[in-house]
């Protein structure tokens, strides 16, 4: 019998993985001043155990002022190796790979954390970055107004995120993802509704992209050039008929798409909206998929994941079997189920690897 594409093991340069179920980036807002706890070690080593091909750890700040809460993971300084080293070799005993989001806020770096909210006079959030300033950039009300980067600023960020790139290396992961979506700062840049520069970081969609390009290009020269590198995108702000004025789209995602690919990164992970309040997500199973399609039939030789209620594992199959994507990553399904690759393999008629101490449980 034929394997099922969902646990036919993925390669891509050295990193391979036994299946095609990546655990998306999950914030926990768990974090203490950026380092993660044995709850990251239990709640990402769990995901190895249950037999997940990649897991890749939450978005994580390359520096302090672009954690979305202050319970956010941070990756902005040698100290916060440890932790994740002891995580990756974890995982890594699994048979499991990790990657780890290496991320900045932007404009949305002033929330409030869910569990427990001091007023936010009593923390950190005092100094909100984004491409453009003012009151009228707020993300919402309860958010700090931004502040504008100055380029040589905006320089400073790019370091900074090829610095966490050379701290991924020394933990011991497999990949990196750059987060660039969801109306964290470098969708900020991308988006002409946040991104009201007149310099060479605005205007053309050439301009728009510069940042998340500069990014890359930091982040490919710190990380070993064996090891593949992930961009999440936003594909859409979600907004036409909602907002007058352009905003960002899949037209333009599939361009950036191509340089990015040409500037070395080897997976899209293709998400969308999160950076206009006033979005309108129509949100049903798989209701993503149709971006990533995109991206795929249109720039040949980069790989794609999917996300977005992606809920089995037939589900699941068909995107890989009708060429929508070459990789499936869930997020909400894997805090409801830890099982999630267990019983997609069980609906997919197929015998997944799964961790020894656990084989017992399959009888
Ligand atoms: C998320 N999501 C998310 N996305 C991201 O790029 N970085 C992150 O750190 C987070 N954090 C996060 C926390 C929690 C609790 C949830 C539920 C979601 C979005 C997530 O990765 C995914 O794109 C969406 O949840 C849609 O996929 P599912 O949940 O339908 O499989």
């Known amino acids: 019998d034929k394997i099922p594409l969902l646990f036919q093991p993925f390669q891509v340069k050295d990193l391979t993985l036994a299946n095609r179920v990546v655990v998306a980036p999950m914030c926990m807002y768990s974090a203490k001043d950026g380092f993660m706890t044995n709850f990251h070690l239990a709640h990402l080593g769990s995901f190895a155990i249950h037999g997940a091909g990649l897991v890749i750890a939450e978005a994580s700040a390359v520096e302090p002022r672009g954690r979305i809460s202050p319970q956010d993971v941070g990756i902005w300084s040698d100290d916060h190796i440890h932790k994740l080293k002891e995580i990756?070799?974890?995982?890594?005993?699994?048979?499991?790979?990790?990657?780890?989001?290496?991320?900045?806020?932007?404009?949305?770096?002033?929330?409030?954390?869910?569990?427990s909210a001091p007023p936010k006079s009593e923390y950190w959030a005092d100094d909100v970055v984004a491409p453009s300033g003012g009151e009228a950039l707020k993300w919402d009300e309860n958010f700090l107004a931004p502040?504008?980067?100055?380029?040589?600023?905006?320089?400073?960020?790019?370091?900074a995120f090829g610095a966490a790139a050379v701290r991924a290396t020394k933990a011991g992961l497999d990949t990196v993802e750059i987060h660039g979506a969801h109306g964290y700062l470098i969708h900020n840049f991308l988006s002409p509704v946040t991104n009201k520069r007149t310099d060479s970081y605005g205007g053309s969609l050439e301009n728009r992209a510069r940042f998340l390009l500069e990014v890359i290009k930091e982040v490919r020269e710190n990380f070993p050039k064996e090891k593949p590198i992930f961009v999440r995108v936003s594909a859409s702000d979600l907004v036409e008929d909602v907002i007058d004025g352009p905003s960002w789209d899949i037209e333009q995602t599939v361009k950036v798409a191509k340089w990015a690919k040409d500037a070395g990164v080897d997976v899209f992970h293709v998400s969308s909206g999160g950076n206009v309040a006033q979005q309108k997500i129509n949100a049903f199973p798989g209701y993503q998929v149709p971006f990533a399609e995109r991206v795929k039939k249109e720039v040949p030789g980069l790989y794609v994941a999917a996300v977005g209620i992606i809920t089995s594992g037939q589900q699941a199959e068909e995107v890989l079997a009708q060429e929508k994507a070459d990789l499936i990553a869930v997020a909400r399904g894997f805090l409801r189920d830890p099982h999630f690759v267990l019983n997609a393999a069980k609906e997919l008629n197929v015998k997944a690897k799964y961790s020894q101490q656990y084989e017992r449980g399959r009888r």
């Not at 048979?95 to 900045?104: E, P, V």
Request: charged share 25%; no cysteine; aromatic share 4%.
């Open 88 to 115: 990756a070799d974890f995982i890594h005993s699994q048979g499991s790979k990790m990657g780890i989001q290496l991320a900045h806020a932007g404009r949305k770096a002033s929330m409030d954390p869910p569990y």
């Open 147 to 159: 502040r504008e980067l100055s380029v040589e600023e905006i320089h400073q960020v790019i370091k």
